[in-house]
């Protein structure tokens, strides 16, 4: 890749740079520990499709998970960027959890991922 200027001491990464297997297996570590955790990925099965669900909505959606695990569990992906969280200025206060673009793009990866499975010898 050539350099913007002369004085530029290193080469800009970009999107199109090939992963070699060590940063392959680095990202994919990373992507995983984003996902890691008994109950995200009953959340975002939850959550796939456009839905926006209140937080009691989730906790009827997934019965066995306590307050404080889902309120956790939800911090993470919304600090990660996976899932959004909408608070509306009422009393009672209302908040609303959605995926984002980004977190729903994560569908397909995991359909892929069960069709994987499903083809195991």
Known sequence: MARTHEKVSYTPKSKDDVYTP????????HA?????????????FNLFGG????FSELEQAIPTISQKMLAQ???QLER????RRIVYPQVPPKVEYHLTDWGQSL???????????????
């Open 107 to 121: 569908c397909p990866a995991l359909d892929s991922l069960l069709q994987w499975l499903e083809a195991k010898p």
């Open 22 to 29: 060590q940063t392959a297996a680095l990202a994919v570590e």
């Open 80 to 83: 990660d960027g996976i899932v």
């Open 73 to 75: 569990q939800l911090r």
């Open 32 to 44: 995983l520990g984003m996902l890691e955790g008994r109950w995200k990925l009953t959340i975002l």
């Open 51 to 54: 839905k926006l669900l209140r």
